[in-house]
């Protein structure tokens, strides 16, 4: 059974969480808790359920914090996670490292001639991934007399200024794949995929960039990114070094 469960930001805050609690029932069982408002509700009302606590970036760690006494057990997708928060409490933490996975299907991977080189970004068009560098970073391409063809996979929130900023340009398109398959082929057709980006935890789309041969040029932040990008398959830069 799936249930939905609808609140506005109009609503007083403790009865949603309150609202939210009653879903949730008194009979054992697990919760399994992705973001804030699963913990707030179990710190306030508590739980005789199991509480399993998903540990994907920085945003969750800050909750780990904020509510670690809820938690029983946590997953991590870096080992760093998993480190830090064994160590606050070795015997009594529950911790346990689950590295992301993607599907390898049969793609064949294509790259371009010498005389052009072909870019790829695929993650959510927001200020966090670093979407407005890609530009700049164009721009000393150009500089250089590198000859570069880009394309742009996503959707979010900046897709109508990054339209916009890249308008004068021809060697540019934004595309929005339905499945996942088709963002891998997509992927495999480059040369490199690169990451700008500012806040991460250990990226899917690392993982599919790798797997579609290229190379890779993503931003230096510590958990799944150190873990994943070594220096045989591509390169770590500072955050924010568009040179």
């Known amino acids: 059974e799936i249930v939905r469960f609808c609140y506005s930001s109009l609503e007083n805050r403790f009865y949603i969480l309150k609202r939210f609690h009653k879903l949730l029932g008194n009979a054992p069982g697990a919760i399994i808790c992705n973001d804030g408002l699963e ?33 029983d057990v946590y997953i991590t997708h870096t080992r760093l996670f998993r480190d830090v928060l064994e160590s606050s409490d070795p015997i009594s933490t529950h911790a346990y490292f689950l590295p992301h996975g993607v599907r390898i299907p049969k793609i064949k991977i294509t790259h371009s001639s010498p005389d052009i080189l072909r870019i790829v970004f695929t993650g959510r068009l927001v200020e966090s991934k670093g979407v407005k560098d890609l530009y700049i970073i164009h721009q000393l391409l150009l500089k250089k007399r590198i000859a570069a063809e880009w394309t742009i996979i996503g959707k979010g929130q900046l897709k109508s200024y990054l339209t916009d900023q890249w308008k004068d340009e021809k060697n540019i398109r934004f595309v929005s794949p339905d499945t996942n398959d088709e963002v891998l082929s997509i992927v495999s057709q480059h040369d490199l995929f690169i990451l700008p980006t500012r806040f991460e935890g250990s990226p899917v789309s690392i993982l599919e960039a790798v797997r579609g041969g290229g190379g890779t040029v993503v931003s230096d932040l510590p958990g799944g990114i150190r873990e994943i990008v070594r220096q045989d398959i591509g390169r770590r830069v500072p955050v924010g070094n568009h040179e």
């Open 39 to 71: 913990m707030q509700s179990i710190y306030e009302y508590g739980t005789n359920k199991t509480v399993y606590q998903i540990i994907h970036d920085f945003y969750n760690f800050g909750l780990a914090v904020k509510y670690g006494a809820m938690s």
